[in-house]
């Protein structure tokens, strides 16, 4: 069993676990969160994404957050993921991104949407 992600506690007063699923998951939502710079111990870590949800939006600028999501989960979860495809979409304060990947474990292919709202 895995922490579950973000922390808590159980019905029982105990830390609570998760799955392997949920915590790949939960995984995932974390690089994409984290701006680099805020882990210590890795500051490489993170996409940087909640500091660009009031960027322009260009065909260009897209193409490359795009191409450092992907590199960035290759690179922190390529061996617990593939990523078969990737959409991030940014309007007004909001963030979403759509993650189509395979668990390479099981091989089973899973869909996740992921959300931020800016303040308000």
Same mark, same amino acid.
């Given at each position: 069993?895995?922490?579950?992600?973000?922390?808590?506690?159980?019905?029982?007063?105990?830390?609570?676990?998760?799955?392997?699923?949920?915590?790949?998951?939960?995984?995932?939502?974390?690089? $994409?969160?984290?701006?680099?710079?805020?882990?210590?111990?890795?500051?490489?870590?993170?996409?940087?994404?909640?500091?660009?949800?009031?960027?322009?939006?260009?065909?260009?600028?897209?193409? $490359?957050?795009?191409?450092?999501?992907?590199?960035?989960?290759?690179?922190?979860?390529?061996?617990?993921? !593939?990523?078969?495809? $990737?959409?991030?979409?940014?309007?007004?304060?909001?963030?979403?991104? !759509? $993650?189509?990947?395979?668990?390479?474990?099981?091989?089973?292919?899973?869909?996740?949407?992921?959300?931020?709202?800016?303040?308000?």
């Amino acid at each position: 069993m895995n922490i579950d992600y973000p922390f808590h506690f159980d019905n029982r007063g105990r830390t609570a676990t998760t799955g392997d699923d949920d915590h790949i998951r939960d995984m995932i939502e974390q690089f $994409l969160f984290t701006n680099p710079g805020e882990r210590v111990n890795r500051p490489e870590f993170g996409s940087g994404l909640l500091g660009l949800v009031f960027e322009p939006n260009s065909p260009e600028y897209g193409s $490359l957050l795009h191409q450092g999501i992907q590199a960035g989960l290759q690179r922190w979860l390529g061996d617990l993921i !593939e990523v078969r495809s $990737l959409q991030v979409t940014s309007q007004e304060a909001a963030l979403r991104i !759509e $993650l189509k990947y395979a668990v390479r474990p099981s091989g089973e292919v899973r869909i996740e949407t992921f959300e931020r709202r800016g303040m308000q």
